[in-house]
């Protein structure tokens, strides 16, 4: 039999219910009411506005007011499209860069004796100790016509003339894969630290030389790790604005900035929040769908 | 198909026209400043049931894991079929290992598992399955190939790891501490399907045990290991009826030692807490050497009055223990000199009580062929 929850366990269990409800799903209803609004010049910039001093009346005019027309304006206006793309694009090889990067790292550290783990663990979050915004700077320092980079790239003569990196993608993925290499490293080094020793050894021992115990052992051992990586690494990286906006052009924005040029740029609350609202139901709903599935097969299996 | 053999004629090392399969010769292995394995060296023979045998830090499994390839001697050769090991890395090694806690691959099923091996060795695809259908056949889990290791029994687990091993036809076999993760009554009934695998597929086995009755049954020798050397490589009667040392005698099964001094006539111990004590065979040591007289528990004979004849090997003491186990009762006695006697007596009748109690006088007696001697 179950015992009966005390008062204490319930509230416990409610608390992160209460999280969710407070801080994301009372927020997401605010931008989904938003985007179904019309723009418009006042404050807030967008109509329609709820009017308990109406009544009834007031209620079925402020519904029979909301419409669809920014998702269709959002649909039909290759801009979003385009820079909808642009973010999946950038954020997809960003992680496949991370966890090129990444993954060799978290090996690594598995290697090394247990006190040195903790050390080089350290020094992978060691970045998180000055403030993100500052290292995006240093990075804007660094990869700027005269920086320190081209200087050092001249000097190696490895360039003739100094190449632009600002305002590229190259920039861009630079930025992303330098910020976020600690939420790839983290989860992979969880897993791969896990890994049963022995494992490696029967592999070794049925006749699987070195070079493939990797590809048919630690690689598929480690395939929660990469996942768990890759989304923690995906998914902030779809929705980046900071790098884009200091290290990235301007001619493909990707999805953060577009939203916050709706925002800020051309007053358009409901677009913007069309936008936003767009991203969650095209991505991260699916995404957190298979992320919880394949979450549930990894217990089970 | 080989021959199933009798496991008494069997003695290929008492041959000494015979070639060892597995020859370990001056083989050292130190981690740190302490030697694992020490200068130790050991024959082990086609078609051989070779249990090492030891307390856990003793050096078994750092000698299986040298067999094996994991770690590389310091020092000594370890040569199969007269080619020396060291060279060859693990994967090439026609050696497997069946690990402790199995090391079956979580994310493959039983099929795959056992496959894994044939795989390697770039098998045609229906050579594989077919050979992974026969093997699973033999550890009867024909029925649980889609099975991924974490939704089997440990008893099952044990036989995918054994199938895995044992489908890759290695010329040794090495199992560490096969049967030491499963429940007694499945470890006893293991054992015995065990060592009729092992019989039917004419395959040498070294096994890494702990548990000297689990060695006693398989093995056709033990080799008992302490500190990294063997103290002694015999078949199991031999090591229990004909231990060569106190310590051996001690490990395996339980002993009473009488220590004293050979007599003149070199077929007497004098001095010991049981007073004079005489042997069957004249010993192999000079009259005044300090020796040991090792006498199993269940040789002693225990009465409640003193014995009419003969009056030798005979002590009297107080009863100060006595355990019955069903089969046996164990009885403890104090000598007059303090020192403690244990007999076992199988309860062949059956007797409402023990025959003597707590607190009694008893006499211990012992046949002088009963006695072992030991000089170390």
């Known amino acids: 039999m179950i015992p009966k929850r005390t008062f204490v366990e319930k509230l416990a269990v409610r608390i992160p219910y209460a999280w969710l409800l407070v801080f994301f799903l009372v927020p997401f209803l605010i931008v989904l009411r938003i985007s179904l609004s019309q723009p418009a010049l006042a404050q807030p910039p967008y109509a329609p506005l709820f009017n308990l001093l109406a009544g009834w009346h007031g209620i079925t005019a402020f519904f029979g007011a909301l419409s669809l027309d920014n998702y269709v304006l959002i649909g039909s206006d290759p801009l979003y499209l385009l820079s909808f793309v642009k973010s999946v694009e950038i954020a997809a090889f960003s992680t496949l860069f991370l966890l090129i990067i990444g993954y060799p790292i978290a090996y690594g550290i598995t290697r090394t004796q247990h006190r040195i783990q903790a050390v080089l663990m350290t ?179 | 198909m080989p021959t199933v053999r009798s496991k008494r004629s069997f003695a290929p090392w008492a041959d000494s026209t015979e070639r060892p399969l597995l020859r370990i010769e001056d083989v050292s292995k130190r981690f740190g400043g302490s030697a694992a394995v020490d200068k130790l060296s050991l024959d082990i023979y086609q078609g051989e049931f070779f249990a090492l045998l030891g307390p856990s830090g003793c050096g078994k499994t750092t000698l299986l894991r040298l067999i094996a390839g994991f770690e590389q001697p310091d020092s000594g050769r370890i040569l ?114 065990l060592m009729d695998l092992q019989r039917k597929l004419g395959l040498t086995f070294v096994v890494v045990t702990h548990d000297q009755s689990e060695a006693m049954i398989v093995a056709d020798r033990i080799g008992v290991m302490d500190h990294g050397w063997l103290r002694q490589v015999a078949r199991p009667a031999d090591i229990y009826e004909q231990p060569n040392s106190r310590w051996v005698a001690d490990f395996v099964g339980d002993v009473n030692l009488f220590e004293g001094v050979v007599g003149e006539d070199g077929l007497s111990v004098e001095g010991t807490p049981a007073g004079t004590l005489r042997v069957a ?93 030991l000089t170390i």
């Open chain 1, 123 to 301: 020094l992978v979050m060691l970045p998180f100790w000055t403030a993100f915004l500052i290292r995006i700077y240093a990075w804007m320092n660094i990869l700027q016509h005269d920086g320190p980079l081209n200087q050092l790239l001249m000097a190696l003569h490895i360039v003739n003339t100094p190449p632009v990196w600002l305002a590229t993608d190259t920039a861009v993925y630079i930025g992303i894969v330098y910020s976020y290499l600690p939420f790839m490293v983290l989860p992979l080094y969880a897993t791969l630290e896990k890994l049963d020793e022995s494992l490696l050894e029967a592999a070794a021992d049925l006749g699987c030389p070195r070079s493939k115990i990797f590809w048919e052992v630690t690689l598929p051992l480690s395939a929660p790790g990469v996942l768990a990586g890759a989304l923690l690494c995906f998914i902030p990286a779809v929705g980046e604005f900071v790098i884009p906006d200091l290290l990235g052009g301007s001619r493909a924005p990707m999805i953060g900035q577009t939203i916050w040029t709706e925002f800020f740029g051309n007053k358009d609350w409901p677009a913007a929040a069309a936008v936003a609202v767009a991203l969650i139901g095209l991505l991260v709903t699916p995404i957190v769908i298979f992320q919880h599935q394949t979450m549930r097969a990894v217990e089970r299996g």
């Open chain 2, 80 to 193: 199969l079929d007269g080619v020396d090991l060291a060279a060859v890395p693990p994967y090439r090694r026609p050696v497997n290992m069946m690990f402790q806690n199995y090391a079956l691959f979580p994310h493959l099923n039983v099929e795959a598992n056992v496959a894994f091996g044939l795989k390697q060795e770039g098998l045609a695809k229906a050579e594989i399955a077919h050979r992974v259908a026969d093997m699973l056949a033999m550890v009867k889990l024909e029925s649980f190939g889609r099975r991924k290791p974490h939704e089997l029994s440990g008893g099952q687990r044990q036989r995918v790891a054994l199938a895995r091993a044992l489908v890759k036809r290695p010329r040794v076999l090495l199992l560490d501490e096969p049967l030491a993760a499963l429940d007694k009554k499945l470890r006893d009934q293991t054992r015995f399907e």
């Open chain 2, 281 to 373: 065979a004249k010993i192999d040591a000079k009259p005044g050497a300090t020796v040991w007289l090792a006498v199993r528990p269940e040789k002693m004979r225990v009465a409640s009055e003193a014995p009419q004849s003969p009056p030798e090997n005979c002590a009297a003491g107080t009863i100060v223990d006595i355990g019955y186990l069903g089969e046996l009762t164990i009885y403890k006695l104090r000598l007059a000199d303090g020192a403690i006697v244990t007999a076992a007596v199988a309860n062949t009748g059956r007797a409402a009580g023990p025959p003597i109690d707590w607190d009694e006088r008893a006499w211990m007696s012992f046949a002088p062929e009963a006695a072992i001697v």
